[in-house]
């Protein structure tokens, strides 16, 4: 496997970066997390625009333009003869001095990687995933807003490590004031008195790629969908309840801290749109070219 380092393609072993990388020493950069379906890559603009959105909100100047970043994960994929796979970029603050000022550092890194992808067992699919609360609260907004996919993702790997704690796959983390925020790395719908809801983002989710689709979705299949302030009890008493994300796709979820939720098994609503979810990763995308050429920034 290749990985792209500032557009020099190196074996997975000698794919390596500076320990004075502020990236490793603070966590000072940003990253995304994309897939390709059958040779093409899903959504893409969309994830572009939240790496480059996230970089401007910590300030770091990307070392390429977009349009040559999204040829570079083209050409990353199509070196590594990849159809379906998981791709991760990533800028990093740099190599610089120890000292947290981004002005010791010399220049952003960016990196490639690309992978094959691992999802959840197909019974999870089929039968749907428990969850539960866990008590780290979301990251406040004014502290350091949940929008930014930062390479510091100790926030939601706290929550993740409370719920292997306890048993579970899988968590909720609520905001400050005990709303329901999202999962460690998926957004959360639910499907309540005919009507679908998910957090509004402002509340501290990430504005994630795959719930804006299942917006979309829901708007196309004529069902009602609204952002709205979600309580545990909403979730308790649902009638169905799914995560979204990139990796995980549209996975069911039948119970939170020991309720089930509506029958206990994936309803009907969440199965119709995991087959519309399904439906249009396969319909389109940017086709991963046979192109090994680097494009200049
Ligand atoms: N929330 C968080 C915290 C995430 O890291 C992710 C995955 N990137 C998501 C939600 C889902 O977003 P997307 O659908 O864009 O993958």
Redesign the pocket.
């Given at each position: 496997m290749l990985v792209n380092i500032d557009g020099k393609l190196l074996p997975k072993e000698k794919a390596m970066i500076s320990v004075f990388d502020h990236g490793l020493l603070y966590g000072d950069g940003v990253f995304e997390?994309i897939r390709a379906y059958n040779g093409k890559v899903f959504r893409l603009t969309q994830h572009l625009d939240r790496l480059y959105d996230s970089a401007k909100a910590i300030l770091l100047q990307p070392p390429l333009t977009k349009s040559a970043m999204r040829a570079e994960i083209l050409r990353t994929l199509a070196a590594n003869g990849l159809k379906d796979a998981y791709i991760r970029p990533l800028f990093t603050r740099g190599q610089g001095d120890l000292g947290l000022s981004p002005t010791l550092c010399g220049k952003p890194t960016y990196i490639i990687i690309t992978d094959l992808i691992r999802l959840y067992p197909d019974a999870t699919y089929r039968d749907g995933l428990a969850l539960i609360t866990v008590p780290t609260r979301r990251n406040v907004s004014e502290a350091l807003s949940?929008k930014i996919?930062s390479l510091n993702y100790l926030n939601?790997i706290l929550a993740k490590i409370e719920a292997g704690q306890r048993g579970a796959l899988e968590a909720i983390l609520l905001t400050q004031d005990g709303y329901v925020a999202?999962?460690?790395?998926?957004?959360l719908f639910i499907l309540r008195k005919g009507r679908l809801l998910t957090p509004p983002t402002w509340q501290g989710?990430?504005e994630?790629?795959?719930?804006e689709a299942v917006l979309e979705l829901a708007s196309q299949a004529r069902l009602v969908a609204a952002e709205e302030p979600i309580t545990r009890y909403d979730v308790y008493t649902a009638q169905e309840a799914f995560m979204?994300?990139?990796?995980a796709e549209i996975v069911p979820v039948i119970s939170l801290d020991g309720r089930a939720i509506g029958s206990g098994l994936p309803g009907p609503v969440t199965k119709k749109l995991m087959a519309g979810f399904r439906a249009l990763t396969r319909a389109g995308g940017d086709a991963i070219s046979a192109s090994r050429r680097r494009v200049r920034p």
């Open positions: 997390g949940p996919k939601n999202e999962c460690t790395a998926d957004n989710a990430l994630g790629v795959t719930r979204t994300g990139t990796a």
